[in-house]
């Protein structure tokens, strides 16, 4: 496709529930990011994924995250046993060869509510 | 580590009044810094980039930015603006990383 694309758009679990969210970058790009966005609050980083090398993992808020990143292509995000706190937009980016000299590419989220 | 504060939380102008947002970063190195702006419901679309160079940056949307390495600043203008510009407005500076920290963000309301 022609931008990031990313499903779920809205999704709402019930608190203790797993969910997964998906990330298609644009082609071609070999770096993909994924940040949240809480209410009222600015862009929070989670992992970034650079080609094959080992993703950083430096901004996930606790071990009920994880990502992976298939064919280094599509990534999901994986969240277990829900928690209310949770609740947030997800946003995904891609760019290529990462960022420098170059701008990441946002899709439009998945608005992720636990009640 | 970096950090970028963006001290505005909201912002009010007049249609056709001049805009300026600010933002302000803490990084050791040169930075890469960008302005993206989130319409309702959309996701972050970039707005412009400073790499080097000349440090009055031009964007998309009639906004300009300017980077003062003195002040640790890169100040978004926009001499006249216009109700679609009513967004959210983000500050962000890249890493060594590649991996961008951004603002708190700046709410731009526009008044008719």
């Known amino acids: 496709g022609a931008g990031v694309s990313q499903s779920p758009s809205n999704k709402v679990t019930e608190k203790g529930k797993d969910v997964e969210l998906r990330c298609d970058p644009i082609?071609?790009?070999?770096?993909l990011y994924w940040y949240r966005q809480s209410l009222g609050q600015g862009l929070e980083f989670l992992i970034y994924?650079?080609?094959?090398?080992?993703?950083?993992k430096s901004g996930l808020p606790s071990d009920r995250f994880s990502a992976e990143r298939t064919g280094g292509s599509v990534s999901t995000l994986t969240i277990q046993r829900t928690q209310q706190e949770d609740s947030a937009v997800y946003l995904c980016a891609s760019s290529p060869l990462g960022l420098l000299n170059t701008e990441a590419f946002f899709g439009q989220g998945t608005r992720l509510t636990v009640v | 580590a970096q950090s970028v504060t963006q001290p505005d939380i909201h912002i009010t102008v007049s249609e056709g009044a001049s805009l300026e947002l600010r933002c302000n970063y803490s990084?050791?190195?040169?930075?890469?810094l960008f302005w993206y702006v989130q319409s309702p419901g959309q996701g972050l679309q970039l707005l412009l980039k400073?790499?080097?160079?000349?440090?009055l940056v031009q964007g998309i949307k009639g906004f300009e930015a300017e980077f003062k390495r003195s002040q640790s600043s890169f100040n978004l203008r926009k001499p006249s603006v216009h109700w679609s510009d009513a967004a959210e407005y983000f500050c962000?500076?890249?890493?060594?990383?590649?991996?961008?920290?951004f603002g708190g963000g700046t709410r731009l309301m526009v008044k008719p």
């Open positions: 962000a500076v890249e890493n060594a990383g590649n991996m961008l920290t």
């Open positions: 400073y790499f080097s160079g000349d440090t």
């Open positions: 082609s071609g790009h070999t770096a």
């Open positions: 994924f650079q080609g094959n090398s080992a993703p950083d």
């Open positions: 990084y050791g190195a040169t930075p890469y």
